[in-house]
């Protein structure tokens, strides 16, 4: 056994900055903050709404004007992140065998991605935006 | 045999990962017009009361937020320990304990609705 052992010095901290692929890895993971925080936004909505109509329109308008503009475009964003990353890793988590070969994982991607938009179209048509 | 409650945690935060990513962004571009000032039909007083009084809406909305937490919860204590705070067992109890919270006053509301 060697008397000095070398022992490579990682920060605990800021290893994700060493390399991109870390920071792409970080990236997607804090994707998680934006979302949790949405959905806590959302829980508020439940409670306004439960409340009555002065204490939810309250709301509404509380949520209006540019620091929730610049919130909600995070989320957005992060959402976006969140979403992308996701659909093009299913090749690797939802891998479709026929045969002996795989199915190519663009068709698998494709197909959540058709998915995503057609539900998304969905939301905006039954919220009145379309 | 040793036992773990890793599966359930896991699949909540598939589950939620993946509901997120087909429903977060479209939802989050609707509270984005309510921000801008143009709040679609769907997120006015009498639509959403209405939406939520049904049954199916209530279990839409608990889905959604409920999953939503979970994911975040779970994703965000990994993320925590990436930082370098290597306290799992206490930052476990906290994010589980938030999206806890938040699922049973998410069905409580609901219920009031």
């Known amino acids: ?130 | 045999m040793a036992k773990s409650n890793k599966p359930i945690f896991w699949s909540l935060f598939a589950a939620g990962g993946t509901l997120a990513a087909f429903l977060a962004p479209v939802l989050a571009l609707l509270f984005l017009l309510t921000a801008l000032g143009h709040p679609p039909a769907l997120l006015t007083y009498a639509n959403l009361h209405a939406f939520a009084s049904h049954w199916m809406g209530k279990i839409f909305l608990l889905g959604v937020i409920t999953l939503f937490l979970w994911h975040a919860a779970h994703r965000l204590r990994v993320t925590v320990h990436d930082f370098g705070l290597r306290q799992d067992g206490l930052v476990a109890i906290v994010v589980y304990l938030i999206a806890a919270v938040g699922t049973a006053l998410s069905a409580l509301y609901l219920i009031r609705i």
């Open chain 1, 1 to 130: 056994m060697s008397r000095k052992p070398f022992v490579r010095p990682v920060s605990k901290t800021g290893w994700w900055l060493k390399h991109p692929r870390y920071m792409r890895y970080m990236s997607r993971e804090v994707t998680c903050i934006p979302i949790g925080a949405f959905a806590l936004l959302m829980v508020c909505a439940l409670e306004r709404l439960s409340k009555g109509q002065a204490a939810y329109d309250a709301f509404i308008a509380a949520i209006q004007g540019p620091l929730s503009v610049l919130g909600l475009i995070i989320v957005l964003v992060f959402a976006l992140h969140n979403a992308t990353s996701w659909f093009n890793v299913t090749p690797k988590a939802l891998p479709v065998q026929m045969g002996e070969e795989f199915l190519a994982g663009k068709y698998i991607i494709g197909a959540h991605y058709a998915v995503w938009i057609v539900a998304s179209l969905i939301v905006l048509f039954f919220a009145g935006v379309l």
